[in-house]
Nanobody, 124 residues
Framework: QVKLVESGGGLVEPGGSLRLSCTASGFTSTLYFSMYSMSWYRQAPGKERELVAG?????????NYADSVKGRFTISRDSVKKTVYLRMNNLKPEDTAVYYC????????????WGQGTQVSVSS
């Protein structure tokens, strides 16, 4: 059974940095994990969940970002460790949310997995 576990959230002052990690288990091999597109979403209180950043399979490695985080956040993956990272710099109060990790096999409606989320709070 595939499981995603996020970590690295916490309370930080405006302008600070955090690095979130999402570690996957249950994939039958490193190669299989590398086939998945990985992404980070976030959901603030009273708002819908939104895409923050995504990274395609290891063979491609292309990334995409929400306009609100471009230039401040960086997504990366380590397929050997089956881990995806989100480096967040120059954090703003509006970045406060629960951050979720998602794994999705391209062109599949069934192979989609979510983590439980990690809280990020930006406040002075």
């Amino acid at each position: 059974q595939v499981k995603l576990v996020e970590s690295g959230g916490g309370l930080v002052e405006p302008g600070g940095s955090l690095r979130l990690s999402c570690t996957a288990s249950g994939f039958t091999s490193t190669l299989y994990f590398s086939m998945y597109s990985m992404s980070w979403y976030r959901q603030a209180p009273g708002k819908e969940r939104e895409l923050v950043a995504g990274i395609s399979s290891s063979a491609d490695g292309s990334t995409n970002y929400a306009d609100s985080v471009k230039g401040r956040f960086t997504i990366s993956r380590d397929s050997v460790k089956k881990t995806v990272y989100l480096r967040m710099n120059n954090l703003k109060p509006e970045d406060t949310a629960v951050y979720y990790c998602k794994a999705a096999l391209p062109n599949s409606q069934r192979n989609i997995y979510w983590g439980q989320g990690t809280q990020v709070s930006v406040s002075s």
